[in-house]
């Protein structure tokens, strides 16, 4: 498994280099990878979002751009202190995107339980939660078997930002972070943990 890192990248950039990867591994140069990184803020608008859940592009006098995105999902934010995680999965064996889905909410899961936090899934949606909030949004887009986006967990974001979008299509915007929860971890902590999960998920078999 590769596992290519940023500090923090534009999020077409972004973007952009998970359509390279996917087409690396429809045509065999690749196998399966993970793409670890942040982004300058951002809101992403997926396929069942409307620009109308974008409320403002400006929070405290800055400027916050907005990208139409083939994810699936609705609006979301993506900001420094935030940990993205994209997912570049060969599903062409297995076909099922449920499945893929789950693992990316349960690599979640057991990373957050690493550092005490205690998540689930819920009714609400997809994603991860804590005590009815979202602490990670998930969002994917699926060719030719190839699936790419992924997670985005809020470490320690500017929470500020959420307020200008109707996150996820709530329009309470019940979102969360680990700093939140009372815990403040390092980015290369997260990923650690992250990492270890993530090879028994997607890339052993495992999903125990």
């Known amino acids: 498994m590769d596992v290519i890192r940023h500090d923090c ?6 973007v952009a280099e998970q359509e390279r990867l996917v087409a690396d591994v429809l045509t065999g140069r690749r196998s399966g990878c993970l793409v670890l990184t942040e982004h300058p803020p951002v809101y992403t608008i997926g396929t069942s979002g409307s620009r109308e859940h974008v409320l403002t592009s400006s929070i405290g006098g800055q400027h916050i751009d907005v990208f ?20 570049i999965a060969d599903l062409r064996r297995e076909r099922d995107l449920h ?4 693992r990316l909410e349960e690599m979640i899961i057991r990373t957050l339980a690493d550092f005490g936090i205690s998540a689930r899934r819920d009714a609400r949606g997809i994603g991860v939660w804590v005590h009815g909030l979202k602490i990670a949004a998930v969002g994917v887009r699926c060719r030719r078997w190839v699936t790419y986006h992924g997670i985005a967990l809020n470490m320690d974001p500017d929470m500020r930002h959420f307020e200008g979008i109707v996150t996820c299509g709530m329009s309470d915007r019940p979102v969360t972070s ?6 403040r971890a390092e980015r290369k902590d ?6 270890v999960h993530a090879r028994a998920l997607f890339f052993t078999g495992t999903c125990t």
């Open 9 to 14: 990248m534009p999020y077409p950039d972004g």
């Open 68 to 87: 139409h995105t083939g994810r699936g999902g609705e609006v979301t934010y993506h900001g420094p202190g935030q940990l993205v995680c994209y997912v």
């Open 99 to 102: 499945r893929h889905v789950w």
């Open 178 to 183: 680990m700093a939140r929860e009372g815990v």
């Open 190 to 195: 997260v990923e650690h943990c992250l990492l």
